[in-house]
């Protein structure tokens, strides 16, 4: 009698709690260099205390007012962004070549986890041509109506705010940094920055929207999801 085949184990999940950003960083990114062809994925889910973020890119201007807030340079794509309490953070640590992506499907798959986790919460999040992450409408987060088409001279942002934004790393076909989704932060320091290098750009999270979502609850949506996804 055959044997049965084996299914291929999802990404373990590692619920960090919150953590300072820089040792996390340092540790993932020790974590991307340290594994071999057999290293099981991971995906790390955190929060992390008020920490600006600039990436490898990524240009003072967009630093408006940080004060007291920390900023650190990271070697992750994309500009400046807010991590804070209330917000969740997932790194997910994936070898692309074994999973047989590429890092365009793999940021088509990070933004589709997002996009569920807020359909599970009523909410409908959007994508915006050249600009990672997921954004709502303003006026109308729970309504199904897609975007329209982008115009010439048109702000694409108009009437939007970002709800979820994105950064990535990949090294040798392995992944890190990651995603990070507003659920009930203070979103006061987003007005310090240009957020992911966009002046002006409104920044929202559930709570503002009127979801009051617990913040584990999200977490483990967004981290099942994410391994769904993120599994060959």
């Given at each position: 009698?055959?044997?049965?085949?084996?299914?291929?184990?999802?990404?373990?999940?590692?619920?960090?709690?919150?953590?300072?950003?820089?040792?996390?960083?340092?540790?993932?990114?020790?974590?991307?260099?340290?594994?071999?062809?057999?290293?099981?994925?991971?995906?790390?889910?955190?929060?992390?205390?008020?920490?600006?973020?600039?990436?490898?890119?990524?240009?003072?201007?967009?630093?408006?007012?940080?004060?007291?807030?920390?900023?650190?340079?990271?070697?992750?794509?994309?500009?400046?962004?807010?991590?804070?309490?209330?917000?969740?953070?997932?790194?997910?640590?994936?070898?692309?070549?074994?999973?047989?992506?590429?890092?365009?499907?793999?940021?088509?798959?990070?933004?589709?986890?997002?996009?569920?986790?807020?359909?599970?919460?009523?909410?409908?999040?959007?994508?915006?041509?050249?600009?990672?992450?997921?954004?709502?409408?303003?006026?109308?987060?729970?309504?199904?109506?897609?975007?329209?088409?982008?115009?010439?001279?048109?702000?694409?942002?108009?009437?939007?705010?970002?709800?979820?934004a994105l950064?990535?790393?990949?090294?040798?076909?392995?992944?890190?940094?990651?995603?990070?989704l507003n659920?009930?932060?203070?979103?006061?320091?987003?007005?310090?920055?240009?957020?992911?290098?966009?002046?002006?750009?409104?920044?929202?999270?559930?709570?503002?929207?009127?979801?009051?979502?617990?913040w584990q609850?999200?977490?483990?949506?967004?981290?099942?999801?994410?391994?769904?996804?993120?599994?060959?």
């Amino acid at each position: 009698m055959p044997s049965a085949p084996i299914t291929p184990a999802l990404p373990t999940i590692r619920h960090l709690g919150r953590v300072d950003y820089a040792p996390t960083a340092a540790a993932m990114q020790a974590f991307t260099e340290a594994r071999t062809p057999d290293t099981p994925d991971e995906i790390w889910v955190c929060e992390h205390p008020p920490t600006y973020t600039q990436g490898i890119a990524g240009r003072a201007e967009h630093l408006l007012a940080p004060g007291d807030i920390p900023v650190i340079a990271t070697n992750r794509g994309g500009q400046v962004t807010y991590h804070g309490p209330g917000q969740v953070v997932a790194y997910p640590l994936i070898d692309l070549r074994r999973l047989g992506i590429y890092v365009k499907e793999y940021v088509f798959r990070l933004e589709q986890a997002l996009l569920k986790v807020l359909e599970g919460q009523g909410v409908t999040g959007h994508r915006v041509a050249g600009a990672p992450g997921i954004y709502v409408r303003l006026a109308d987060p729970f309504g199904h109506a897609a975007l329209p088409k982008p115009q010439p001279g048109v702000d694409p942002f108009t009437g939007l705010g970002k709800i979820a934004a994105l950064g990535i790393k990949v090294s040798r076909h392995c992944t890190y940094h990651g995603v990070s989704l507003n659920v009930a932060m203070d979103l006061e320091p987003f007005s310090r920055i240009n957020p992911c290098g966009y002046a002006g750009l409104a920044t929202v999270d559930l709570a503002s929207l009127g979801v009051q979502a617990p913040w584990q609850q999200v977490a483990d949506d967004l981290a099942q999801r994410l391994a769904q996804r993120l599994s060959p």
